[in-house]
């Protein structure tokens, strides 16, 4: 079974450009997130979908952060304009739906984002 | 709000030598605990989990007990080897929600030969 695929790996940009990463979940997982990983910190929650809704949004900093999730499959989350504080790895994971105790969450490789 | 504490690190290890890594969270209701682990250059992976209280969840010599009485979720392993070098992570998930995880900050452990 393939994994949690994600893209670029790692992407480096200026202050203010915008940016995009993309997220293939294992397929049939129904539930789909975005963490934001820091530097010597854990990874935040910025994004819950199930299916193509979203289930929790509220860590996402929405003036400059956006995803969407076209089909309840494949997923982009976007920076638009980034800062230097955006520097991080962006994780995605999926689940599949079912009893809670089965809500395993699976994680991709991440993509390393630096801000310049 | 919920929340997980873990110890600082780096840990620093002799192979062989015995690991616990302290793990406290807050939380109302019944949460899930789990510890992943994520080698140099992976993703996060799984180690293992425990859904209620005074369950034992273990997986390649790692064991940890879910203790409600202390809050408490300590990841131990008898006999460490170099290969046990990697970032450890303490998380929860809320009695409440589906699936949301909330990690503590993560403990480097290095083992030495």
């Known amino acids: 079974e393939a994994g949690v695929a994600q893209s670029p790996r790692y992407k480096i940009i200026e202050k203010r450009q915008s940016v995009a990463f993309w997220c293939n979940p294992i397929?049939?997982?129904?539930?789909l997130y975005w963490y934001q990983q820091i530097l010597g910190q854990g990874p935040k929650l910025l994004i819950q979908?199930?299916?193509?809704?979203?289930?929790?949004d509220s860590q996402l900093p929405k003036d400059r952060f956006s995803a969407e999730r076209l089909k309840g499959v494949d997923s982009t989350l976007k920076i638009q304009p980034a800062k230097l504080e955006d520097s991080a790895v962006y994780l995605c994971?999926?689940?599949?739906?079912?009893?809670?105790?089965?809500?395993?969450?699976?994680f991709g490789p991440g993509t390393r984002l630096t801000v310049t | 709000g919920n929340s997980v504490t873990q110890m600082e690190g780096p840990v620093t290890l002799s192979e062989e030598a015995f690991l616990t890594i302290n793990c406290t969270y807050t939380a109302t209701g019944y949460p899930s605990l789990f510890w992943y682990v994520q080698y140099p250059g992976e993703g996060l992976q799984l180690l293992l989990k425990?859904?209620?209280?005074?369950d034992k969840g273990s997986n390649k010599g790692f064991e940890a007990t879910y203790r409600k009485e202390t809050t408490s979720f300590h990841l131990e392993k008898g006999s460490v080897q170099v290969s046990d070098s990697a970032v450890y992570f303490c998380?929860?998930?809320?009695?409440?929600?589906?699936?949301?995880?909330?990690f503590g900050q993560g403990t480097t452990l290095q083992v030495k030969p």
């Open positions: 994971a999926s689940s599949s739906v079912g009893r809670r105790s089965s809500y395993e969450q699976y």
């Open positions: 979908f199930q299916n193509n809704g979203v289930v929790d």
């Open positions: 425990a859904t209620k209280a005074d």
């Open positions: 397929s049939g997982h129904a539930t």
């Open positions: 998380a929860l998930r809320g009695s409440s929600n589906t699936g949301k995880l909330i």
